[in-house]
């Protein structure tokens, strides 16, 4: 064939023939571009490489690979972050093997990974578990650790739940549902406690691969832990801080859990109640757990914590193995679980004086009613002040009849020192006597006038100070000073009072 | 450096181009000082050296050529006007150095003419390697234009090694290819569409001609090739594959 060399390549040169067709020869490359040259074309080899050559040559393959790199980059990049495009929640299941779902919207089982040797037997005896519903995966997870001889009796079994993307407020009755079976199921051998682990402490847990439940266990108990120390130093002083840190961590592990019944009355109070249990479980947990499971910087802030706290630890095994009968989960729990739950700090209050060993139970939930998220040291104090006023020597049950407005003002301000209070209660005071010294006007001594008479200011001031012995008896449980001083700038409030009383009196006219 | 010449002028050189031929002389003298580079380079293309403006005298031939270009552009063709030009340009220098060589071929031949008596048989080896000096100027001719295909080729996403691949052996399919390539560059619209876009209406193609669709899908690059030959003013080249350009 005949034709012009229009490329030279390196292994062949191209030529065109005067027909128009191009062809690969190989000549020698003293022929120029252009020059026409007598040529055999290349036999196309029909093989493998040639079949690839043609694949990637076409446009609609190269599209093909391409996206099928990209997604064989991109897949391992988020199983590494753990972040399958779907995944709802993850579940991590602690009994003793552990492991760890993915679950999609609808809570079926996207993806099973095992967190130790234990659970990785678990998962082979299950074998496929995907698209599994988890109620379904949690039960056979729990039969088949019993199976497998994991399983004690009466053993603990967690569920950590974390949401893959903040999830407050979102609708858990799937949850609770789930958490009530299994619990039904299983309720005569195994303790199950659900919680929700906060999304940073996944991500945590992540990064140092260890379970996301041993890891918020762990800041759980250390925190109460924490907590308990500063009670044990200065239980009296610090109530206050102690009461902010409970709260505190309530606060973390409810979130999401108990926005969506913050509408029943009780429900702050049972949620407070199965933190504490679950803050129990936790360290049981974590006792049980083999120290060498855990991360080396939590292990020895653990041991750390024990050193200081040997005393406390044994004090907390003893209370919780008496509480070991109770159920679970909060929503569940007995009614009397109440006293039980207290913690020893709270023990101690027990004894007070006004409240007896109930402590302030009812006002506390109807406060709550309205003030839901106001801490447990107003509630207590509020609780108190109640009781004060119910108790009151010359009210009785209904209080003054300025009471509605201070109630009121109490759930406008919710910031209240102790100064406002001590206010409140003279105003209280103020008012009772404004009563008393009318009935004295108008019955006894209208000579006397505004003053009343002496005799009657002193039995007065016995009846103010019936009050203050109670406000003293409790000041004790809060503040284990001398009351000595306190009481005496009392006696000059009451002085002040008698003015503020006079010039209240005068407002009164003016009316 | 044409990019940015481009971008200076608001108008396309296609435009200005055709200003020119309406009596535009400011545009002229504007294009042809301005596109000195350009032709420097095309002068240069063909001479395989570096082309000085000031002495080479191929420069100045490339200068006229570059000028008869603007006349003689026409739109229609399809092709660029710069293209176009670099070919005028190509071809009249290659006319130049050709002349240049038979000047001197006439020179020794006037030597050997000196002697006493020419010999038939130098006479004779003369016109053999005139013979073959001429066929060597076509290769020269078909070599520029080719080195311009295969520019053209790449605006395509083209290569002649590619080319070779799909190309249809057989020849009936190859006709068939080429007469498709014809008519896309016999039609206005689809020409200038295939110019904008580099790429084969197929829809608007397959109801005008005597090929199925999946025949042009499958042979739609070399189509483009033929159709990129037919289009650019390749003069030497298209006389060789005369049968397609038929």
Known sequence: ?511 | MLQRLKKTEDVPLEEQVLAVQQGDDETRHHLLSSYQPFIAKAVSNVCKRYINPEQDDEFSIGLMAFNDAIDSYSKDKGSSFLTFAKLVISRKVIDYIRKEADDVTTMSLDQSEDEDEPSTTEWRVSQVSKDEYAKAQDNWYRQIEIEEYNDRLKDFKLSFAELATISPKHEDARQSAQDVAQYVYQDDALREYVLDKKRLPIKQIEPHVNVSKKTIERNRKYILAVFVLLVEDFEYLKEYVKGVSE
């Open chain 1, 1 to 511: 064939m005949k034709g012009i060399v229009v490329e030279h390549k390196k292994r062949y040169a191209v030529v065109m023939t005067a027909d128009g067709g191009f062809y690969k020869t190989t000549i020698d490359r003293t022929h120029d571009i252009g020059e026409e040259v007598q040529f055999t074309p290349l036999e196309e080899k029909v093989g493998l490489m040639s079949k690839l050559r043609s694949l990637t040559l076409s446009p609609q393959w190269k599209v093909a690979a391409a996206i099928m790199l990209s997604l064989a980059i991109i897949y391992p990049l988020l199983s590494w972050t753990n972040q399958s495009p779907d995944t709802y929640a993850y579940i991590n299941v602690d009994i003793n093997p552990s492991v760890s779902f993915e679950v999609d919207e609808s809570y079926d089982v996207i993806k099973a990974k095992p967190l130790n040797d234990d659970g990785e037997a678990v998962l082979t005896e299950l074998g496929d578990v995907e698209g599994q519903s988890l109620q379904e995966i949690s039960s056979q997870v729990i039969t088949t650790s019993r199976d497998l001889g994991y399983l004690e009796s009466e053993r603990d079994i967690l569920f950590g739940v974390s949401y893959a993307n903040d999830m407050s407020g979102e609708d858990d009755s799937y949850l609770q549902s789930f958490s009530n079976d299994l619990q039904n199921q299983f309720q005569d051998e195994y303790e199950l406690t659900l919680f929700e682990v906060p999304q940073d402490i996944r991500e945590q847990a992540e990064e140092e691969g260890t379970s996301m439940n041993v890891l918020y266990a762990s800041n759980q108990v250390l925190d109460q832990n924490e907590a308990n120390d500063r009670d044990d130093d200065n239980r009296d002083d610090d109530q206050e801080t102690d009461n902010t840190d409970s709260t505190d961590v309530s606060n973390q592990s409810e979130d999401g859990s108990n926005d969506s019944d913050a509408g029943t009355n009780d429900s702050s109070d049972e949620s407070n109640e199965s933190n504490r249990q679950i803050e129990q479980v936790l360290s049981r947990f974590l006792e049980r757990m083999d120290r060498d499971d855990l991360p080396q910087g939590l292990r020895d802030k653990l041991d750390e914590v024990d050193i200081e706290d040997d005393r406390d630890e044994d004090d907390e095994r003893e209370t919780e193995r008496d509480r070991d009968d109770h159920p679970v989960f909060g929503e569940d729990g007995p009614p009397g679980q109440r006293d039980d739950d207290n913690d020893q700090r709270e023990d101690d209050r027990d004894d007070h004086p006004v409240f007896g060993e109930d402590g302030p139970p009812g006002q506390q939930k109807d406060e709550n009613d309205d003030d839901q998220d106001e801490d447990d040291t107003r509630d207590d104090r509020d609780g108190e002040q109640e009781d004060d006023r119910d108790d009151h020597p010359v009210f009785g049950e209904d209080g003054p009849p300025g009471k509605q407005e201070n109630d009121e003002r109490e759930e406008e301000e919710s910031d209240q020192d102790d100064e406002r209070n001590d206010d409140r209660e003279q105003a209280d005071e103020r008012e009772q006597r404004e009563e008393d010294d009318r009935d004295d006007e108008k019955d006894d001594h209208p000579v006397f006038g505004e003053d009343g008479p002496p005799g009657k200011q002193k039995q007065e001031d016995s009846s103010d100070e019936d009050d203050e012995s109670n406000r003293n008896r409790q000041n004790n449980d809060e503040e284990d000073s001398d009351d000595q001083p306190e009481r005496d700038e009392r006696d000059e409030r009451n002085e002040d009072d008698g003015e503020r009383e006079r010039d209240n009196d005068w407002d009164e006219d003016d009316d």
